[in-house]
């Protein structure tokens, strides 16, 4: 199921909305991002991929289910991601600036907020034929950062539902715990376990219509199928973090700059 369909019209989350955040782990704002900026991070994304801009992430390069088994076959250098987003076109910038994301972060991360360039910031494609699972994960498994503490902003610059491989997530896991042995080695959750599947029975399928935005927690789970339609699907992901949670030093989440976020008091 997706959450109604309502227009944003100021820049604060109400407080239904911030309750809903805190209580589930993710939040749908509907027509959020301006679509004089959609178009324009659209057209950039498009522009990428025909160009094949580096730094970009292939689908053979993740060995998730349905992804291809190497480069050097069929469907081997399908695209997954385009990385570095913010580096791509002004409108990246805009849109993590514009006053409508600003206002609703400062209230869920403070009024000093950081996005960290080593993780996503990036735009996510599913193309037909060659697009692959994604399966149930947190996405601060290979993060190091003081606390888990960050929130990621999901735009969606298409139609995304359960045809073309929308985002499912799980309400509530962001205030979970979970034992090692609910995990696989890749830190996905298992599915053979029966505690696993009643979890995942709860889970909501974000449908997006193009300018609609999911936020959601970084110990919030979710998945996603591959493609099946036959036309591809785009998206921008961007990550933020408070300003007193920095990443650890010497890992992966350190390499590289960030942005601190200038907000209004």
Request: include cysteine; charge should be negative; hydrophobic fraction near 35%.
């Amino acid at each position: 199921m997706s959450s109604p369909s309502q227009s944003v019209t100021n820049d604060r989350l109400t407080s239904e909305e911030l309750d809903k955040f805190e209580q589930d782990g993710y939040l749908i704002l509907r027509n959020l991002c301006p679509e004089s900026l959609r178009q324009e991070m659209l057209a950039a994304t498009k522009d990428g991929l025909a160009r094949v801009v580096e730094p970009v992430e292939y689908e053979a390069d993740v060995e998730y289910p349905g992804s291809p088994p190497s480069r050097n076959v069929m469907g081997g250098e399908t695209v997954r991601r385009l990385k570095q987003a913010h580096s791509r076109g002004m409108s990246f910038t805009d849109f993590i600036n514009h006053p409508a994301l600003v206002g609703r972060l400062a209230q869920l991360l403070g009024p000093d907020y950081v996005m960290p360039l080593a993780h996503h910031n990036c735009i996510m494609t599913k193309q037909p034929e060659f697009s692959s699972d994604t399966l149930w994960h947190q996405d601060i498994r290979f993060w190091s950062f003081e606390r888990k503490e960050l929130i990621s902003v999901w735009v969606a610059l298409g139609e995304e539902n359960l045809d073309n491989g929308c985002l499912k997530v799980i309400p509530k896991t962001h205030r979970m715990e979970f034992a090692p042995q609910r995990l696989d080695e890749r830190i996905f959750l298992r599915t053979d376990l029966d505690e696993n599947q009643d979890l995942i029975k709860t889970s909501v399928s974000a449908e997006l219509h193009p300018g609609d935005i999911l936020f959601f927690h970084c110990r919030t789970f979710h998945a996603a199928t591959r493609n099946f339609t036959n036309q591809p699907k785009f998206s921008a992901v961007f990550t933020f973090r408070p300003a007193d949670n920095p990443p650890v030093a010497g890992s992966r989440s350190a390499e590289l700059p960030e942005l601190m976020i200038h907000t209004s008091r």
